[in-house]
């Protein structure tokens, strides 16, 4: 009878913990465009956090609400995500977004179930002030494209009554300079992607391969030189053909070569003119002393 009674008790707490699970839409590199449409609650965490691990009976169990809340629940693993975590800037965890038609704002309220449900249903994010635009990363809580970061409690009341109550309204939108979809937060996912393949390419050389720390060191060095000095010659090449900064052929002044071709052809003109008076006095000189030769022999 007893252990009729644990298989039936530990059946419904397992077919209600995938109940929670199968509402939590986990999101990552491909799908976290989709936070851009409806609205949203988003969590940042990690396995090894131990504030992530008390965290998540409340998220879950905000997840079971996510349909009669019409909101979607979702959650970010930022170390199977590492892109993720640089492109919505993430320097605590967990960090919870309210996300609503791709407005940004970040939850700080209660982290209970209630108080997330309140946070929605009251929409209190309104009264936060969105994600700048330059750090939009399209993610935390988001509806309609609007990111707002949950700073509130973390239960799931807390998380439900954020919801319910529109509390989210109450948070300003983050900004659009941080949104997720920005450009410069695409360039620095890239570079948290890039830092991670480095580390792990480290990670394998040194545990798998047995190549020594100092070498694998001195070999990534070496690349990252190599790199910009490729880099920088050309770009010091674009710019030069862009922006070139030799000596440049002196342009002549249309009046000042004028000018300088009338002196040389007056030059010329006075220089054949001298010629021709030279010549015709030599003719004239000579033409005088054969007259004169005449003249001695006629006498």
């Not at 199977?80 to 605590?92: D, E, K, Y």
């Not at 990363?137 to 799931?156: C, I, L, Q």
């Not at 009554?161 to 360039?187: A, F, G, I, R």
């Not at 991670?196 to 050389?205: E, T």
Request: glycine content about 6%; overall charge neutral; charged content about 25%.
């Amino acid at each position: 009878m007893w252990l009729l009674t644990a298989v039936i008790l530990s059946l419904a707490l397992s077919t209600q913990c995938f109940a929670g699970t199968r509402n939590l839409i986990a999101i990552n590199e491909e799908t976290w465009t989709d936070l851009l449409k409806g609205e949203w609650m988003v969590e940042f965490h990690a396995p090894w956090c131990p504030a992530c691990k008390d965290l998540q009976k409340a998220w879950h169990a905000f997840a079971d609400w996510s349909k009669d809340l019409n909101i979607k629940v979702a959650e970010v693993d930022v170390t199977v995500n590492p892109g993720l975590s640089g492109r919505f800037l993430v320097t605590a965890l967990p960090t919870i977004y309210h996300v609503k038609d791709g407005v940004f704002r970040t939850y700080s309220g209660p982290r209970d179930k209630n108080d997330f449900i309140s946070y929605v249903e009251d929409k209190k994010w309104s009264l936060t002030d969105p994600v700048p635009s330059y750090k939009h990363p399209n993610s935390p809580h988001v509806k309609d494209g609007v990111f707002r970061t949950y700073s509130g409690p973390r239960d799931k009341n807390d998380f439900i009554s954020y919801v319910e109550d529109k509390k989210w309204s109450l948070t300003d939108p983050v900004p659009s300079y941080k949104h997720p979809n920005s450009p410069q937060m695409t360039v620095v996912a890239w570079f948290f992607k890039l830092s991670m393949f480095v580390r792990d390419k480290h990670n394998y050389l040194v545990e798998e391969a047995g190549v020594p720390s100092w070498a694998s060191y001195s070999m990534f060095a070496g690349i990252t030189l190599a790199l910009g000095c490729v880099l920088g010659f050309f770009i010091v090449c674009i710019i030069d053909r862009v922006f070139p900064t030799g000596p440049q052929p002196a342009k002549q002044d249309r009046k000042g070569g004028k000018k300088d071709q009338n002196k040389k052809n007056k030059k010329d003109e006075q220089k054949k003119k001298d010629d021709e008076k030279a010549q015709h006095s030599q003719e004239e000189k000579g033409s005088q002393e054969g007259n004169l030769l005449f003249d001695l022999s006629f006498w």
